[in-house]
């Protein structure tokens, strides 16, 4: 049985994917020489699809989640009032009290005195 004319030509995806440099009115013109009849619109999907899969974090990355949502929670934490964020001090000192307990207060006093000793005499410039 002889091979259908479709089965002997390359996908349209295909030949999408294997022209990455050529932009998309070069490609639609290319495909056309060549007897394949694409449309911008496949262009840009297929070349979509190829990003997200290859793991890029534009919106085509994110299944499921429209640009329009990334934005708004963009905005969002943009928009909050400042006391609502946790500031880099408070992060920093929840650290802080963390290492306290982790080292135990005697050797977290003990770390603390030579550290200030240090700081002492460098401002001593000794």
Known sequence: MAKSKRSQ???KSTFIRQHPDLSVEELIAKAK???IAITSNLVYKVR???KAKAGGTGAGARRG????AAATREVAAVAAPKAARPT???????TFRKLVLDLGLQ???ALLA???DKL???????
């Open 9 to 11: 030509q390359m996908s």
């Open 88 to 94: 880099r001090s408070k992060e920093t000192e929840a």
């Open 33 to 35: 020489d060549e007897g």
């Open 120 to 126: 002492n005499a460098l401002v001593a410039g000794r």
């Open 114 to 116: 030579e550290v200030e």
């Open 107 to 109: 050797r977290s006093k």
């Open 65 to 68: 989640k429209s640009v329009r």
């Open 48 to 50: 979509g699809r190829a």
